[in-house]
């Protein structure tokens, strides 16, 4: 999965990423199941790995999803998490910023909502739409979006500091797949719950959104809060790739089941 990281120092150029590749998986059926087959075991060692992240209460992960409309943020979440135990997990949409938000800095919100330790909390859009829908749009200057960047990075090392790993993930989608998903909104009666007319003016601003995107993974992918770019035209292998990712971190971490309470002996105790 090291391809997928995002340097920490460079510029990078979303060309070079592809978003319909599928590693060392064939475009076909086979290819198919055997990556829902890897991902479905890598789901499995997560539940594991989860019970002693919450179990020992250290440690917590933040996971951050972004891409474009269709990109498939809800879905990942429902495939990577589908093992875990909800009790230890916090998932976050950030929509538009309310009134009172907007009174306060930019981050305010965000900082609520970092998992405390021993749970995972999950970023369905995060912090970076105030350095992408803003910068697109032109709500914000070239200099706030770069006084925003250090401030982002700064804070991510801050929560790393303190223990929450940190795991970005930029959904990498083509046009063409999301003129696809698009139409299969209109053409399905079970998907057009989803619809939002204002999918289509944002698809205007594509060429403008990949540009922001470059900016802010350049900037912001460091060596403790990386980002990655995930291939996300096949959702069989963007859900194998997050999962990998996820269970790689979680398992760095060496938890270890912690203990019984001290004074127990567990040899003598008797159910009656």
């Known amino acids: 999965m090291k391809r997928y990281r995002v340097p920490a120092k460079g510029k990078l150029n979303l060309k070079a990423y592809d978003p319909d590749e599928t590693g060392d998986y064939k475009k076909t059926d086979q290819g198919k199941d055997k990556a829902k087959a890897d991902t479905a075991k890598l789901i499995a060692r997560l539940a594991g790995l989860q019970?002693?992240?919450?179990?020992?209460?250290?440690?917590?992960?933040?996971?951050v999803l972004q891409g474009m409309d269709t990109s498939g943020k809800d879905g990942t979440i429902r495939s990577v998490m589908s093992g875990i135990n909800p009790q230890g997990c916090n998932v976050v949409a950030f929509k538009a910023p309310s009134k009172d938000e907007l009174a306060r800095d930019f981050l305010w919100r965000v900082h609520r909502e970092v998992p405390p330790k021993g749970h995972i909390g999950i970023f369905n859009r995060s912090h970076y739409e105030d350095v992408l829908v803003t910068r697109v749009h032109g709500w914000v200057s070239d200099a706030v979006a770069r006084q925003r960047f250090k401030q982002i990075k700064e804070f991510e090392e801050l929560l790393h500091e303190n223990g929450t790993v940190i795991l970005k993930f930029f959904l990498h989608i083509s046009k063409a797949e999301q003129k696809e998903r698009l139409e299969a909104r209109i053409a399905d009666p079970e998907k057009r719950w989803k619809w939002n007319s204002g999918d289509l003016e944002e698809r205007r601003y594509w060429d403008k959104y990949m540009q922001a995107f470059e900016d802010v993974l350049s900037a912001t992918s460091t060596t403790r809060a990386p980002w990655y770019v995930v291939p996300a035209n096949r959702k069989w292998y963007r859900n194998l790739v997050v999962a990998n990712c996820v269970v790689e971190a979680v398992a760095r971490m060496k938890l270890k089941t912690p203990p019984g309470p001290e004074g127990v002996d567990f040899s003598k105790l008797k159910i009656v």
Not at 51 to 63: D, F, G, H, P, V
């Open 51 to 63: 019970e002693r992240l919450y179990a020992n209460a250290t440690r917590s992960l933040l996971i």
